[in-house]
C-alpha cells in the first residue's frame, strides 16, 4: 500500500528525533578488523573491516554493514560517511572489504554475499563484527549498499537470519549484460520487499538512463508499484526513490548520484550527505533504525 504523505512525514519526524536524541549522546571510538571472504566456496581471503561504535562501555548495541560498489575502495567517503552516521545513532556500524574487483552473475554475487554474511562460519564479516564487545545482534543487523555492494545487502538476509533490513543506492535487477532476477527480485529473495528501501538517479546509465527504465527496475525489486510516480513507499517508508537530475547538486542524477562529478569522485554530494531529502543518507539511515532494538 502506498503511505498517505502525512504517515510518511510522521515516521520521518519520528526517526528523526530519535536519531537527534541519541546523536547528541554518542562519542565514538574506531576499530578495525579482518575477516575471511571471497568469491568461491571456501572463502579462503582475508579482507579489512573498518568500524566505528560508541565510546561508552555501558551497553551493548545493533549492528550496521555497508558494501562498496565495483572496484570502490571499502574506505570510500560515502561508505564512511554511512558507518559515522549509524555509529552515531548508537550502533556497532563498519564497512566491509571483499572481492568486488569484477561485477558477476547471481551464481558470482550469492558467492561473495554469504562470505560476508554467512551466520554458520565464525570467519564471515558478520559473524566477526557480531562478536565484538560491544555488539549485540540479537538486537538486529541493518545492512546498506552501493551498486554491487546494494545487491551484497539486499542478499545478507539469505545468509543470515539478523538482517532486518536494508537500504539500497543504485539498485537494479539489470546491469549492463547481467540479469539478476532471479536473485535479487520481489519473492526470489529472503528479504522481504517491506524490508527495502531503494533510490536510484534517473539517469542511471546502468538501467537505461531513463526514469521509465529506472523505475520498472527499482519496481521489480521492491515489489511496490507506482505508474508514473518518482517515489512510491509503503506505510513503513519501504519502498523507493527515483533522484531526478533537478535535484542533484550537479544537475546529474546518474548511478553515482550521492557524488558531485562523477563515479570516480570523492566529493560527496551535500544534499545527500546531510539534506533531509527522501534520498538524502540521514533519511534512509533513520529508516532503518526502526527495525533494530536500542
Given at each position: 500500500?502506498?503511505?498517505?504523505?502525512?504517515?510518511?512525514?510522521?515516521?520521518?519526524?519520528?526517526?528523526?528525533?530519535?536519531?537527534?536524541?541519541?546523536?547528541?549522546?554518542?562519542?565514538?571510538?574506531?576499530?578495525?578488523?579482518?575477516?575471511?571472504?571471497?568469491?568461491?566456496?571456501?572463502?579462503?581471503?582475508?579482507?579489512?573491516?573498518?568500524?566505528?561504535?560508541?565510546?561508552?562501555?555501558?551497553?551493548?548495541?545493533?549492528?550496521?554493514?555497508?558494501?562498496?560498489?565495483?572496484?570502490?575502495?571499502?574506505?570510500?567517503?560515502?561508505?564512511?560517511?554511512?558507518?559515522?552516521?549509524?555509529?552515531?545513532r548508537g550502533y556497532?556500524?563498519?564497512?566491509?572489504?571483499?572481492?568486488?574487483?569484477?561485477?558477476?552473475?547471481?551464481?558470482?554475487?550469492?558467492?561473495?554475499?554469504?562470505?560476508?554474511?554467512?551466520?554458520?562460519?565464525?570467519?564471515?564479516?558478520?559473524?566477526?563484527?557480531?562478536?565484538?564487545?560491544?555488539a549485540d545482534c540479537?538486537?538486529?543487523?541493518?545492512?546498506?549498499?552501493?551498486?554491487?555492494?546494494?545487491?551484497?545487502?539486499?542478499?545478507?538476509?539469505?545468509?543470515?537470519?539478523?538482517?532486518?533490513?536494508?537500504?539500497?543506492?543504485?539498485?537494479?535487477?539489470?546491469?549492463?549484460?547481467?540479469?539478476?532476477?532471479?536473485?535479487?527480485?520481489?519473492?526470489?529473495?529472503?528479504?522481504?520487499?517491506?524490508?527495502?528501501?531503494?533510490?536510484?538517479?534517473?539517469?542511471?546509465?546502468?538501467?537505461?538512463?531513463?526514469?521509465?527504465?529506472?523505475?520498472?527496475?527499482?519496481?521489480?525489486?521492491?515489489?511496490?508499484?507506482?505508474?508514473?510516480?518518482?517515489?512510491?513507499?509503503?506505510?513503513?517508508?519501504?519502498?523507493?526513490?527515483?533522484?531526478?537530475?533537478?535535484?542533484?547538486?550537479?544537475?546529474?542524477?546518474?548511478?553515482?548520484?550521492?557524488?558531485?562529478?562523477?563515479?570516480?569522485?570523492?566529493?560527496?554530494?551535500?544534499k545527500w550527505r546531510?539534506?533531509?531529502?527522501?534520498?538524502?543518507?540521514?533519511?534512509?539511515?533513520?529508516?532503518?533504525?526502526?527495525?533494530?532494538?536500542?
Amino acid at each position: 500500500m502506498k503511505a498517505t504523505a502525512g504517515s510518511r512525514i510522521l515516521v520521518a519526524l519520528l526517526l528523526s528525533m530519535a536519531w537527534s536524541f541519541s546523536a547528541q549522546a554518542q562519542s565514538l571510538t574506531s576499530f578495525t578488523a579482518t575477516y575471511r571472504g571471497g568469491s568461491g566456496a571456501i572463502c579462503g581471503t582475508t579482507y579489512s573491516i573498518i568500524g566505528k561504535e560508541p565510546l561508552s562501555s555501558q551497553s551493548r548495541y545493533p549492528v550496521f554493514i555497508y558494501t562498496v560498489g565495483t572496484t570502490e575502495g571499502f574506505d570510500h567517503s560515502s561508505a564512511m560517511a554511512a558507518v559515522e552516521e549509524m555509529a552515531s545513532r548508537g550502533y556497532v556500524a563498519a564497512t566491509v572489504e571483499y572481492d568486488n574487483a569484477t561485477f558477476g552473475t547471481c551464481s558470482t554475487l550469492e558467492s561473495r554475499a554469504r562470505c560476508i554474511f554467512d551466520s554458520t562460519r565464525s570467519t564471515s564479516a558478520i559473524n566477526t563484527i557480531c562478536s565484538r564487545a560491544k555488539a549485540d545482534c540479537s538486537k538486529g543487523v541493518v545492512v546498506a549498499g552501493f551498486s554491487q555492494g546494494s545487491i551484497m545487502a539486499i542478499l545478507a538476509k539469505n545468509h543470515d537470519d539478523r538482517v532486518r533490513a536494508a537500504y539500497g543506492l543504485g539498485a537494479g535487477v539489470e546491469y549492463s549484460v547481467y540479469d539478476l532476477r532471479s536473485c535479487v527480485a520481489n519473492g526470489n529473495r529472503s528479504l522481504p520487499g517491506d524490508r527495502l528501501r531503494v533510490v536510484n538517479g534517473e539517469n542511471d546509465a546502468f538501467m537505461g538512463s531513463t526514469e521509465l527504465t529506472v523505475r520498472s527496475q527499482i519496481q521489480a525489486m521492491t515489489g511496490l508499484s507506482c505508474p508514473l510516480a518518482t517515489s512510491c513507499f509503503r506505510d513503513n517508508g519501504s519502498g523507493w526513490y527515483i533522484v531526478e537530475n533537478s535535484e542533484a547538486s550537479d544537475g546529474v542524477a546518474d548511478h553515482c548520484y550521492m557524488r558531485q562529478g562523477s563515479c570516480v569522485g570523492l566529493t560527496l554530494d551535500q544534499k545527500w550527505r546531510t539534506g533531509t531529502y527522501d534520498w538524502s543518507l540521514r533519511t534512509n539511515l533513520n529508516w532503518l533504525t526502526q527495525f533494530t532494538q536500542p
